[in-house]
């Protein structure tokens, strides 16, 4: 006879790109959104939640960058004959809400918004094709106020997630300057969309390429490392030095910094408008308590992406961290935005204006994680092992009474104990420890026959036990009580008594460590 | 000259059976969700969050719901050729995950997850292609302590988000007692796998089809009122009894349900191991405190999906809540969930046993929404108005202070004052107000050049306009004063004193409502 035909097994793996988050992965993230929320909800702006499938029509078809403009989203065919697709940022659907709703909103409408968007791009390390965005936008107001407003509150976002004055700074600067220096330079009018296209990437990798790099691609154009050419601009030498001049702008103050791009634009029109614009950002800024040693003007942010029209702006981490190559470099780079005014009237035909900022919420949850300003403290449950299968109600007894009890009763805001009984195969106890060791846990729970005669219980501090196996002479070892015993009732004062001398004890070592 | 053609403009318009969510539909549920993984948490279950997007192959291509079995998943087609498709329940990747990663879970490994899942279905009213699920599972053992868990977490958990105790219950079943009584009517044996079906789907529709329904589908067949007519599973008068003796086992107290039950599997192995686990899973909730009040043994609870394997459970909100019709009904299942040892062997080939609970997010929020135990205090943001567009700087200023106040500085843990300035244009005062009261606002702040000038700011207390709009005498309006001229350096403390007079006025408001 023969064998009946198996069906193969799927392979248990995640798609190309894509990664799952466990445990502090997910918590730590749930917690800096949940401040980051706190800051933007104080400031008036009100939550939103998009579909994460948009019609393809609604969403345009590809990624706003015009750097990249074969990659795409992901899409799918409706019977219908509809196309949907994941939405691969959070401005193209609230693009859509806002047209969709106007009318039920108010004017202007401040919203922010958490979420998982989708690009489906060549995966790479550390590049993934499902990550987090963080997004607060005004829509419906030409005000430079709101401008100013979401760089404050960027400002007092990134401080209440714990990023220390010292350790940030926000760089301010307007295309409206950057196309002044554009006319002025001679790549004025529609047919030098192009032109303008390739000065705008340019200046954008003046971190990556240097001056020199950025040169070259203001006027014939680049040969990379690669040996792959990048066609350039094509400016003269005095209209590139005009341009060169313009990332070069940033001066000690914010009124001198103004005052050399006022020079440089000097004869268009829309360069005027755009240092008017930085001059008013700052002066609201100032009024508001942030001075420059928050927010500073600097000339050399452009962002890359095309659609840009006034202010744009971005936050810097400035301490130093090591890079995968191991070497030292300043953190950078955390969060971006500014102003555009075409966004909605694909839908309307009406020009609305708006702000707003994204931040880059992978990045920003690494670099408080790499300073140890978020996580640190982190610790698994309590568990309760089981000597005696057969006492399991027992068990589950005295872990209730422990999930029932407050970590400290004077304040309770700190909540209660986290415990757990371990249900697999009880008949190997060092299984049992080795799982709470897995577990991160801070305190076993023993108790088999002996103890349930006596009405008593161990308690075994593992936090301890793990660093003298690692610190301790055998002296030690012997001298420091790893395991008390206490009555059942006083199990959770004791319990109690443990975690608080480990959070104490975590402290003093996160303070060193930061 | 013809015109140049235009592009038709995209319309603005979620995806058929897709929705937005704004404001406090977002937050309420996200303060809903944060309690109930306080609760996961606190019982040694860790946070996961897989990928949205998996491969068809991995997530079995249609929903297990043997029910409908036509209904699907969004899925496209890689440019490798692979198909991706966006997760259908939380289950299938818990699956995937589990048998990709086991080498480093912990084992038993309990974790929880919340998020959206995505269901290709036809929409209809209520009914979304996109919705929140939030589960628990316990993967790697057969311990009936981990079911009791469960259960035990489930009423922590309903009690956490504000249901009292006599407004749920959570009841507890075994399919292996179905199992059992299918065995005693001559239903056992592989050829007999698709009546099985048709018993366990007849009994899930107890409630919708009423004893004499139920009966029909266990024999012949049942003509519905539309005349469609679904096959019957043919049972005899005799067996047919035993199924719906099965149903109505229910007696008054724990045990005499359970002995009940013994009677109706006798003859049954299968039947009398689920009789034997029922008993050793109410022996377990008895002794950790979660007597009858809460969670009860009910064999009319079977969960109509296919995979479940032992014991079954269900959360019920017993209270009353009008339905569309207008008609006054319990608002019932909340939550639901089981034992299932099959999904990983997909992968894997062995067989790894699991328990896990799905909450019906939108249905909780709902019903915690519908009897004002969340969402009843939301309130709109402080307005400063705009009198003058020049004094922008200072109306910034303004609104700085009071977002740097704590609402109570006797309690900081009650946050900072919300407050925005108007961006719109300030021309007509009127506008702000409507914008104001559009925002919910309890409070406008006003200032012009003769309040600038004496160094003074109006607080116009617009809770209170509002409410004597509604219901005051004449005599009362003037009697009662809506706004209060104070110092400027006076602002921030007299916004708190409205703040907190419209907060005890409101507490008491929900009171009432509750």
Redesign the interface.
């Known amino acids: 006879m023969a064998k009946p035909k198996k069906t193969p ?7 190309k790109g ?10 730590d993230r ?1 917690e800096m959104l ?1 401040k980051i ?2 800051v933007y ?4 702006f ?10 393809v ?2 969403l ?1 078809k590809f990624l706003p960058d015009v750097d990249r403009p074969n990659e795409g989203v ?3 065919q409706e019977e219908d004959g ?1 196309w ?1 697709a994941l939405r691969y940022d959070m401005t193209a659907p609230l ?3 806002y ?3 106007r009318n039920d909103l ?3 409408y ?1 919203r922010y918004t958490m979420g ?1 968007v ?1 690009r489906n791009e060549k995966p790479g390390p550390g590049r993934f ?2 990550f987090y965005q963080c997004d607060a936008d ?1 829509v ?2 030409a ?1 430079m ?2 401008d ?2 979401i760089c ?1 509150m960027l400002s ?1 976002t990134l401080e209440a997630v714990g990023i220390q004055s010292e350790d940030y700074v926000i760089r301010i600067n307007n295309r409206k300057v950057l196309n002044g220096v554009m006319e002025v330079a001679g790549l004025a009018g529609d047919d030098k969309e192009a032109e303008r296209g390739i000065v705008l990437r340019a200046i954008d990798k003046l971190d990556r390429l240097g001056p020199d790099g950025v040169r070259a691609l203001l006027g014939e154009g680049r040969k990379d490392e690669s040996g792959d050419y990048t066609k350039g601009a094509g400016l003269g030498e005095a209209e590139a030095d005009i341009v060169m001049g313009f990332m070069d702008a940033k001066r000690d103050t914010g009124p001198d910094t103004v005052a050399r791009l006022s020079e440089l634009v000097q004869g268009s029109d829309i360069g005027a408008k755009g240092v008017a614009e930085l001059e008013e950002i700052a ?2 800024l ?4 942030y001075g420059p040693d928050r927010i500073v003007i600097d000339p050399s942010v452009v962002r890359g992406l095309g659609y840009y029209t006034g202010p744009v702006y971005e936050a810097e981490l400035t301490f130093d961290v090591q890079n995968e190559k191991g070497q030292t470099v300043q953190f950078g780079s955390v969060a971006g935005g500014g102003r555009y005014d075409d966004l909605v009237k ?4 009406q020009e609305v204006p708006a702000t707003g900022v994204s931040i880059g919420v992978d990045r920003l949850l690494a670099a408080l994680r790499a300073t140890n300003r978020i996580g640190t403290t982190e610790q ?2 309590v ?1 309760v092992t089981v000597m005696d299968r057969d006492r ?6 005295l ?2 009474l422990l ?1 029932e009890a407050d970590l400290d009763p004077d304040n309770p ?1 700190l ?7 371990f ?2 195969n009880p008949r190997n106890f060092g299984n049992q420890l080795k ?1 709470a060791d ?2 991160n846990s801070p305190v076993a729970i023993i108790a088999g026959d002996d103890e349930w005669e006596r009405g008593v219980v161990q308690i075994k501090d593992l936090v301890l036990g793990a660093e003298l196996a690692q610190t301790a002479t055998q002296e030690e070892w012997k001298e420091r009580p790893q395991q008390e015993e206490v009555a059942e009732c006083d199990m959770v004062e004791a319990v109690r008594r443990l975690l608080q001398k480990h959070a104490e004890h975590r402290q003093v070592m996160d303070k060193l460590n930061q």
């Open positions: 097994r799927p392979t248990a793996q995640t798609p894509f990664r799952d988050y466990f445990g502090t992965d997910v918590t749930a949940q929320a706190g909800h104080r400031y008036g009100d939550a939103l939640e998009s579909s994460a499938v948009e019609t029509e609604a345009g992901f899409a799918w509809d949907l693009a859509r809400v047209a969709q709703h108010p004017n202007p401040r998982p989708w094709r499902q005004t419906g107001t005000s106020a709101a100013a407003e404050a007092d002066a609201l100032d009024a508001a308590g694909r839908f309307t035909g698994g449950p568990v399991m109600a027992d068990y589950q007894r872990v209730a999930r805001s909540g209660k104990i986290r415990a757990e009984v249900l697999g799982y897995k577990r």
